[in-house]
């Protein structure tokens, strides 16, 4: 008995320095790791070793030591040390404690090692897309807490800059952002992304159980969610082929729900970059749901070939110099001035549809640009989604190509196992990637280590990626987790409309906040950090931070992305 009681007493003082001195510079994974995935913790003060703890039993399950890891880390400005704890992979709940002539005895935040640690934030992370819905009542049997009023049914008046006049029902399709504009390049690029880890990990998608109003119907909630987006794209597109840039209104909106404020949105004139992603996400998902919805699949195909042809019979961008906001708008931009990508993304989806060597054609004079090099898929640069497709085909004649593409998934990898190895916390990023929307670049990379984990069969890439989703969870310089619901010391206060209106305690669950902005593109950076801050620390949980703490729908479905493939 008194054995019992004084474990019952250990626990009990390990579980309160956890919550008292977690945040003195320990920086763990807070979601948990899974057991197969390499595990690390890091200080940035001097600590000589660590004990890795079950919380439950409150013996030490692991013991190790600190290593200098990087002085004066250019991200984070920091001095880290890193202690490795791998080989523990016994699922349970644990906290890590340092011992240390300044600080010994300083204990992590409590994490759990398991299979399925990812689980809950997929969970989550799904049920976020279908709260970003626009147009239909959000039901508390659905959302709970975050139930919401029907919203965005008013018809949306042409821009002028459009060659229509009068209106049009615009309703469906998903919020873009922590606002209520829906684009077309975004949107399309979120589906890309899905689509690509639906390939990659079918198994992990074929759930029917999200508790969204189709749940049952016998297709995948994920597609389910995508045909909810698909069937507002189809709006977008005009008679001739080309299609919109997107819906918004001209100011952006103060922090109101989106069944308030009746404020006018207004459709935007056709873009080229619009037109090619359309076409892209049309023509893949002719294919996805060829036998899974017939009709569906060739609705989408009629509608990639139109797009398709318009592009064929405009080679130049339009508008002239690309798509930006005219003189009478400030929301929303998302301004492109160059469309290669966006071409390249769609001849390599339209060819995989059909089998037409034209379109093969297409994408390999466009690639005589891109040379099958891999950046990050976000929506200023779709090209590796293209690259993904064609990676994934099995056509005898895309042999010479994805041999090539093989080739630039190897250096791109390599690159960012060499960058890693100079960064303080351990991820390919370098100080300029610390710009609006760092955490998507984050996972954009790490998107495409998982496809060189995947096709090269490489565990370093595997490895990595997994570092960049422990960046994403806490295992970074502001000891956060960026993701909404999820870790002891997470998001809060996201720049997000209905998050602020609906008076709920913590934000909608699930969702990736931006990241550290080292622009400080708002107030609320600019009165707290200065242009000497170090670049990954350039971050405020505070709804007035725009440029460092507002969600997108595309950085969302890269978090999905990256958290599949590790969820077991």
């Not at 819905?133 to 919203?151: K, N, T």
């Not at 993904?388 to 990898?413: C, F, P, V, W």
Request: one cysteine or more; charged letters at 20%; aromatic letters at 12%.
């Amino acid at each position: 008995m008194r054995t019992i009681k004084t474990v019952i007493f250990v626990m009990a003082i390990l579980l309160s320095y956890a919550s008292v001195y977690a945040q003195q510079n320990i920086y763990v994974n807070q979601v948990g790791y899974t057991t197969h995935q390499s595990k690390r913790v890091l200080t940035d003060y001097r600590a000589e070793r660590f004990d890795v703890i079950n919380t439950q039993t409150g013996q030490i399950a692991f013991q190790g030591e600190f290593k200098l890891r990087k002085t004066d880390d250019p991200c984070s400005g920091m001095t880290l040390f890193e202690g490795d704890f791998t080989a523990l992979s016994e699922p349970g709940k644990y906290l890590v404690r340092v011992h240390s002539s300044l600080n010994s005895g300083i204990t992590s935040f409590v994490f759990p090692i398991g299979e399925d640690v990812y689980t809950n934030v997929l969970n989550l992370a799904n049920k976020a897309l279908f709260l970003q819905r626009c147009g239909m009542p959000i039901e508390e049997q659905y959302a709970g807490v975050y139930a919401r009023e029907l919203c965005h049914t008013d018809d949306c008046f042409y821009h002028p800059n459009c060659t229509q006049n009068g209106a049009k029902n615009m309703t469906g399709g998903w919020h873009d952002a922590g606002d209520y504009g829906k684009y077309v390049a975004p949107g399309s690029v979120t589906i890309g992304i899905l689509y690509a880890s639906y390939e990659l990990n079918k198994a992990k998608w074929d759930s029917d159980n999200w508790n969204i109003p189709e749940s049952g119907n016998g297709l995948p909630d994920l597609l389910d969610e995508v045909i909810y987006e698909l069937n507002w794209l189809f709006k977008m597109q005009r008679a001739d082929g080309a299609v919109h840039e997107k819906v918004h209104t001209k100011d952006y909106v103060q922090f109101i729900m989106p069944s308030e404020g009746n404020v006018p949105q207004y459709i935007y004139e056709v873009s080229s970059t619009a037109t090619a992603d359309f076409a892209a996400i049309m023509a893949k998902s002719a294919r996805i749901f060829k036998s899974l919805d017939p009709h569906l699949a060739e609705k989408c195909q009629k509608a990639a070939l139109l797009s398709y042809s318009y592009l064929e019979d405009n080679r130049d961008i339009f508008p002239l110099g690309g798509f930006k906001n005219p003189a009478d708008t400030k929301a929303g931009g998302y301004s492109d001035a160059y469309d290669k990508d966006e071409r390249i993304w769609a001849a390599a989806e339209m060819y995989l549809l059909t089998g037409k060597k034209k379109y093969l054609k297409d994408f390999n004079e466009l690639n005589t640009i891109f040379k099958s090099q891999f950046s990050e898929a976000g929506w200023i640069n779709p090209t590796a989604l293209g690259f993904y497709s064609i990676l994934m085909a099995d056509d005898k004649h895309l042999t010479n190509l994805q041999s090539e593409l093989r080739e630039g998934l190897q250096a791109y990898s390599q690159k960012h196992i060499e960058i890693a190895e100079g960064d303080g916390f351990g991820i390919g990023m370098k100080p300029d990637d610390f710009t609006w929307g760092s955490n998507g670049t984050v996972l954009f990379k790490a998107m495409n280590l998982v496809m060189a984990a995947h096709v090269l069969e490489s565990k370093e890439s595997a490895h990595l990626a997994a570092h960049h989703l422990d960046y994403i969870f806490g295992l970074n310089p502001n000891k956060i987790s960026y993701v909404t619901g999820v870790g002891t010391n997470r998001i809060l206060h996201l720049h997000h409309a209905p998050t602020v209106a609906d008076l709920n305690a913590e934000p909608i669950p699930g969702i990736l906040s931006g990241g550290p902005n080292k622009f400080r593109n708002d107030e609320a950076l600019q009165k707290i950090f200065s242009e000497d801050t170090p670049p990954a620390r350039v971050f405020v949980d505070n709804e007035e931070s725009y440029s460092s703490n507002e969600n997108t729908i595309y950085t969302n479905a890269a978090l999905q992305f990256v958290a599949t493939y590790f969820n077991r």
